[in-house]
C-alpha cells in the first residue's frame, strides 16, 4: 500500500470502525475521508480505494460520497481555508459585501488558493452561525460578526503565523 | 392505558371520490395499477428497492399539506386520495418541465425514441413549453464497456440501473457521483465497467441515457419486428425478444417479461446473437473433391450422404450417429427415429453434460420432486453443490438471489471456489469436486430443520453419487426438490429424446447395444460417422476411416474433417421445441433466415427422402405432435406453448432400467463469457475485457 498516514489518522480511523458492528462499516465512510482529508488535505484514489477496503464496501460507493459532499475535496486548497458564508443570514447582516472584501482584498475568486498555497477562500452556505452573523471559518476555527475591518486581522493573523 | 387492537384486514380509503378496500400495506402507486388508474412513475420499479427519486408519481392525500410520492405512500385507514386533481396535474407537469431542463431534445435520433418512457410522458401529460432559457448543462456520451454506452445530458437520475445492478444481478457496478446538476451515472472502474456485461441497465433504463453498442443509432423501434424464441446459449431457456429488420437481429431483449425469465436476459441472451450474422457461417453443402472441401448443390450432396449411407446399410455396415445439445427436440426426435428405424443402428450418442438419467431413476415413484424455474423464487431453502451458478446458470443464480431479496431464501453454497451467494449464502462452504457428499454431513442438522429445500448440483455429482445425494435429501425428513444442472439450451431435450445408446425417448430402456461417442471415434471400423450439431472431432481423433457428415452452422473441427458438410440453420431461424433444465418445454421462432441454410431438420427429412425411407413429415408442428404422442412426459398443454409460455414436462416415474455411464458425463465449464462451439463466432462474447477463464471445471 502506498498509502502512509500519521498514527493519529490511523488511531481515529480504527476508533471510528470499532464504533459500528459487522456489516455496517459503511458508516465510517465520512469520518474516515475527513480524517484523512485533515492530514493530507486532499483526497486522493488511493485514498478512497483503502478506504473502500477497510469500510467493506465498492469503491464506488466512496466515490458516490466524495462527489456529493463538497466539503470533501479531490483539490488541494490553501493552508487556510477560509469560508464566508452567503446564505441569508449573513447576506443580511453584510455577508455578501465581506464576501467581494475577501475577494478583492485577497485577489481570489471562489476556491482559488493563493499562490504561497498559504490561504483559500471560498463562498459557502449556511453554517449554523445565523446568531453571529456574518460569520466566517478558518479551517475549523469560527469568527463572529465579521466586518471587512475584522477580515484584514483575521488575515493577517493568519500570515503572522504562515 | 395499554389496549391491544387486531391489525385491520382492510383498509377504507377513498380514491378520485370513490370509495375503495385494500390491504394493509398497500403501496399507493400498486393500488392505483390495480384500478386501472395510471400514476406515472420513472424511479418505481417492482421488485426493486423505493427510491422516490423522479417526484413523477405525486398525488394529493387529505391530511398532508405537501403532494405525496405514490411509490413511497402505503394507503391507511380513511386517506382521501385525489390522482388527477389540478394541483396533481400541475405538479406533474412542472416535474417534467423539470427533467426536460436539461435533457436534449434529440429524440429524433435517440435510440429509445418511439419507446422513451419521457417521451411518452411528455406526450400525455404536457410541458409542451419550457421557461428554461439558459444554455442546457451538457456532457458527451462516453462508453462504459465493449457493450454499454452512457449518455449524461440524457440521464433523468432515477437509479433504476443503480439498483438492477446492485440489487438485481448483486454486481454493483453502477453508481451515482456529484451532486445537483452535475450529477450522473458512473461505472465502478472509474471509466469501464468491471461487470458481468448483462445489459440489464440499458433495458431497464426509462429514457436513452444507457444505449446498448451493438444497437445504438442503427434503427428505430418501430421499423423492426419482434420475434419471441428461446435463447440459443446455455440450458436455462430464457426467452428473449428478437428485434428484427431487413433479415438481420438487430437486438434482443425480453422488455415484455413474458416467459420464465420475466425480463432477465444475460449477455449471451442480449447480446450474444451475433453469431447468427457472422462472416464464416456455412451457406452452401461442402462436399469433398480430391481431397478439399468444394461448395455443391442440394441435390447433389443429398444423393451423394443418401448413396453412401444406403450402401453401407445394405452391407451391414457400422453407422455411429451424433446428436446435439443445441439442437431443437424434433430434431432430436427425428434424428434418433432415422438412425434407428432408417438405419437400423443403435450406435447413437451426444455430448452428456449433467446426470439427469440417474436423477430420474433414484426419484422413481416419488411425485414433485423435479424443481421447475418457479421453484427457484419460491423455496424457502436451496443448496447449491459444486456450480458458480451467476457465471454458469445466470437465470438461476439470479432467480435464486431474488428470492432471497423477497422472500429472504435462505441459501447453502457448498462450491470448489468463492461464488456471488456467498454473499448472502446462510453457509458456504469450500469442497473440492466430488467430496461434497462428505461434506454435505456437516450441514445435515442446519438442512434438516428448513421447511423444505431445493437442491442443485452440478456434474461433480454423478452416476452413484446422485443415489447418495437424494438418499440424504430424502432422509432429512423435509420436502426436497432437485435439479440435475446440464449446459446447453436443449442439453435436457437430448436425453429426454433418447440421443443415447441406451435410451429411447422418455426414457425407455433400448434393450439395444449401442456405441456411445468415444466408442464410436476410437472404433478403427466405423463406416460412416454423422454428426449433427456437434464438434466431437474438437481435441479427439479418429481411429478409423469413417465417412464423415457433418450439419452444422460453421466450419467447426469436425466438418473441417468431413467428406460432406450441410449448412445448418441457427436456433433463431427454425421453428421447434427445447427443453431447459428445469424440464421446461418453450418454443424457438424463427426470426431470420440465412441464404442456402436449412433447418436440421428438414436436412433430415431430405436426406430420409432421397434415401427412400418412410419416416414420416418433418414438419416441425407435426413432429412436436409426434412428440406429444409417443414420448412420456411431454403430452404437454399445447395453448401454454402456443402462447410463448413454458409447458413443464414430466419424465417418467419409474425406473430407469439402465446402466448410468457417468465417465461420459461432463460440462464443458462454460463461464458468461463462453458458449461452447458458438464462443468463437460471437464478436461480443470475446469483445469485453472480462475473463473469468474456465470456472469450476472437473479434473
Redesign the interface.
Known sequence: MSLSLSATTEARWQKILDAYPEGRKRSAVIPMLIFAQDETGIIT?ELMEEIARRAEV????V??VV????MLRKQPLGKYHVQVCTNISCMLAGGMELWQHACQSLHLGNKQTSKDGLISIEEVECMGACSWAPAIEVNYDFHHHVTPARFDEIIAEIKGKG | MATTTAPPSVINAKLNGQDIQTKPGTLLINLTKELGIEVPAFCYYEGFSLQAACRMCLVQVNNSPKLLPGCTTIVTEGMVIETESPLVVEARKSMLEFLLVNHPLDCPVCDKGGECELQDMVFKYGAGESRFVDIKHHEPERPFSPVVYYDPARCILCYRCVRVCDEGYGVNALGVVNRGVLSEIAPNLGDQLNCDECGACIDICPVGALTSHTYRYKTRPWEMKHVGTTCAHCSNGCKTTLGVRNDEIMRANNRDASGLNEEFLCIKGRFGFDFNHHAERLQSPLMRVDGELQPVSWSKALAAVASKFNAVKSAGGKFGVVGSNHTSNEENYYLQKFARQGLGTNHLDHARTGDVVTLVDALSGKNGKLAVMADLYQTKAALVIGSDLAQQHPLLAYELRRNFRHHQARVYAMTPGPVREDSYAVAKARVPFGEELAALESWREALAKEPELLILFGDSIKGDAVRRLVDFGESLGIPVKYVALVDYANSRGAIDMGLVPELLPGYAASGQPGMTLPEMLADPKLDVLWVVGADPLAGAKLAGKPFVVVQDLFLTATAAAADVVFPAASAYEKKGTVTNVTGELQRLNAAVKTMGTKPDLEILGLLGKEMGLDLGIWIADAVLEEIRRNVRGYNVTMPILASGGAALTSPVNGRVNVASRPELIRSAGDTLFTSGTLTKYSQVLNSVPERPGQLYKPV
Open positions: 484514489r465498492e469503491y464506488l460507493q466515490e458516490e462527489g456529493f459532499y463538497s
